[in-house]
């Protein structure tokens, strides 16, 4: 392993790797202009209407090319009964046959207007929903992640915003189609009118056998979508967890709990079908009982000489016409039972408040300095048992002062590290920066100016230079080479087959825990915010590394706030101060030498947490920090 390199000497390191950084998201896809209506008493439609209609030109084109290939479609059996009365009486079939290539030009030429317009709106809607369902969790609270499966978040925007398309994609088709019924009953209705009554015999009961359907396939519809996301929380937990799995062997428990879920899945999709299987034979069946008897009445009347065979074949042509439609109602209200439980699933994650919110007038957080306060702070975690976290807790950190949080495992001391960026929001008592109160802050000007470095940091399924630039893209390749020496990360970064353009898998899956906290740094320290919290940022890293990070930190850092969650002695003794918490409340406070001598308590605590740290340090696999 070679010797690490300072900030000065790594230089270089990432000169090419800006190539790989990507122009901002929003430059290249703006936000949609609208949201769904926020009436939760409105029906699904009405509240997704404002989306649909910023599509809606391109809609009224796409209804309009759809009307004009209906026209032809209709012009169809009336030309070909033309013509066919035209050889019967003797005459050229001329006019007519060029009529017939006039209108296929023109169905070819509409058709394709009306799908490809009505398509490109319902991939538009989906996109719209997709970046809104995005946009949202990004709003969304810390206490709402705490709350909620991913395997259900991502199965609501992809499969339940993929039925609301499809729904807006065949809808409109099946409305031509209805539109297509309405003109070939006019044409029928004028041909002969009792013709047309024994044709339309069969639709009072398909109407009735549609409303049975709607009933049943509703809330077959929902449980199906339900036991879909249930599925793929699976799947996701099993692929971000496969080590787990693996590790203790739990490979078949896992298949077995996949294929329980699965054999719901399986169950709900077979009534769904055997729903529609028993509604829909009947449903096309009807209308094509009303061809035969089209045919045998017609025929009837053929022979008389009371209608002519241009006519009855025109009239059979389009009682044929009538049947497409009706086939397409068993899938249209399929689809709209799909789309309309897809949706509510959807509002949900759409009406969802995010609990911390952007003030109304908020204070600019103008050049802060770093002076940190909690006074009388009480907090308990909105998904727990209400059980007191923190309690009446208060202290000042003033600015450019580092100082160490320790405490056994569940005394608050992580907390500290999130309410201070204001990732939850206190029960009582106040957290100010800078004498400001953190709810009147900008919240980006406050986690800009605090940045907060966990022991098990998420890193992204990308190269190490875009992990580390992601807390400031804009950062030129010398700072972010500058932050990577000073995290000690050099000594690894070289020697991966690309350098910093090494790609590190899903969640940093190819490297240690050491190596993923020292990247992590880096990113903290690429942010150069005021106030830096380390939550056991270092804890799989060797002592040695750990020392060569905190001068380096220590260098960088100067003047600026630094606050370290440890259970280290060495980590605890580079503190100015330390707080000592227990059971939520500060019991101790001071230097750290001294309170080891003359606070008993202090080297109970400390001695405790620092023995079970450091067992589990010993029987981790990254507790060095190298692979």
């Known amino acids: 392993m070679p010797a690490v390199r300072s900030a000065s000497e790594s230089v270089g390191l990432s000169k090419i790797a800006s190539r790989s950084t990507r122009p901002p998201l929003k430059s290249r896809y703006p936000e949609p202009s609208r949201s769904v209506d926020p009436d939760e008493s409105k029906g699904w439609l009405r509240r997704v209407w404002p989306v649909v209609w910023t599509q809606k030109f391109i809609f009224v084109s796409g209804i309009g090319f759809g009307l004009l290939a209906t026209v032809a479609t209709v012009l169809v059996p009336l030309a070909v009964g033309r013509g066919i009365d035209a050889i019967t009486n003797g005459d050229t079939p001329t006019p ?41 969790l990004t709003e969304l609270s810390f206490s709402y992640w705490d709350r909620v499966q991913s395997g259900q978040i991502i199965s609501r925007a992809n499969t339940d915003i993929r039925s609301i398309q499809l729904l807006f994609a065949f809808g409109p088709l099946i409305a031509m189609q209805l539109v297509l019924l309405t003109m070939a009953l006019v044409v029928m209705l004028i041909t002969d009118v009792a013709l047309t009554v024994v044709a339309l015999a069969g639709l009072p009961m398909v109407f009735v056998l549609g409303v049975s359907l709607r009933k049943r396939i509703f809330p077959l519809s929902w449980v ?64 094509r009982m009303g061809l035969a008897l089209v ?52 509002f949900e994650i759409l009406d969802e408040q995010p609990e911390v919110v ?52 569940g005394s ?70 500058a932050a990577i020496a000073d995290a000690a990360a050099v000594d690894f970064v070289v020697d991966l087959p690309q350098g910093v353009l090494t790609e590190i898998g899903e969640r940093g899956a190819t490297l240690s825990g050491g190596q993923r906290q020292r990247l992590a740094l ?73 309170l080891l001598e003359n606070n008993p308590r202090y080297a109970s605590i400390l001695a405790d947490t620092t023995s079970d740290f450091a067992s589990a340090a010993e029987s981790g696999p990254d507790a060095s920090g190298v692979r």
């Open 412 to 481: 608050g001391k992580s907390t500290i590290a999130r309410l201070l960026p204001r990732f939850y929001d206190t029960d009582s008592g106040a957290v100010r920066v800078d004498g400001h109160d953190v709810n009147t802050l900008s919240l980006s000007d406050l986690r800009n100016a605090v940045s907060v470095v966990t022991d098990d940091p998420f890193l992204f399924d990308t190269s190490v230079y875009d992990n580390v630039a992601f807390a400031r893209p804009a950062a030129e390749p010398h700072e972010v080479d």
């Open 358 to 409: 952007e003030p109304d007038n908020p204070v600019r957080l103008i050049d802060p300095r770093g002076r940190i306060e909690f006074e009388d702070v009480g907090f308990s975690y909105p998904s727990s048992d209400g059980s007191v976290v923190l309690d009446q807790v208060s202290f000042t950190i003033e600015p450019g002062e580092t100082v160490a949080i320790v405490g056994p495992t």
């Open 96 to 136: 007519f046959v060029i009529a017939l290539v006039v209108l296929a030009v023109m169905r070819f030429v509409f058709g394709f207007g009306y799908r490809f317009s009505l398509f490109r709106a319902a991939h538009r809607i989906e996109n719209d929903l997709r970046n809104l369902i995005f946009a949202r």
């Open 224 to 287: 199906a979508q339900s036991r879909q996301a249930e599925v793929a929380t699976i799947v996701d937990e099993n692929i971000q967890g496969a080590r787990v799995v693996k590790a203790f062997a739990q490979e078949e428990a896992q298949l077995q709990v996949l294929a329980e879920a699965s054999h719901r899945l399986r169950w709900v999709g077979t009534a769904v079908a055997d729903t529609r299987a028993r509604y829909a034979p009947a449903m096309e069946a009807f209308p």
């Open 522 to 594: 880096a990113r903290g320290l690429l942010a150069d915010p005021t106030v830096l919290v380390l939550d056991d940022a270092t804890s799989a890293v060797d002592v040695n590394v750990e020392q060569r990070i905190h001068d380096a930190v220590t260098r960088r850092r100067s003047n600026r706030t630094t606050i370290l969650i440890a259970h280290r002695l060495s980590t605890i003794a580079l503190a100015d101060r330390v707080l000592l918490f227990d059971e939520g409340q500060i019991v101790a406070a001071g230097d750290h030498y001294e």
């Open 295 to 346: 045919l045998w009445y017609g025929g009837v009347q053929t022979i008389n000489g009371d209608i002519q065979i241009g006519d009855l074949v025109a009239f059979s042509t389009y009682v044929v016409l009538l049947a497409t439609p009706f086939r397409m109602v068993g899938f249209m209200l399929l689809q709209w039972q799909r789309a309309a439980a897809a949706a509510l699933r959807v």
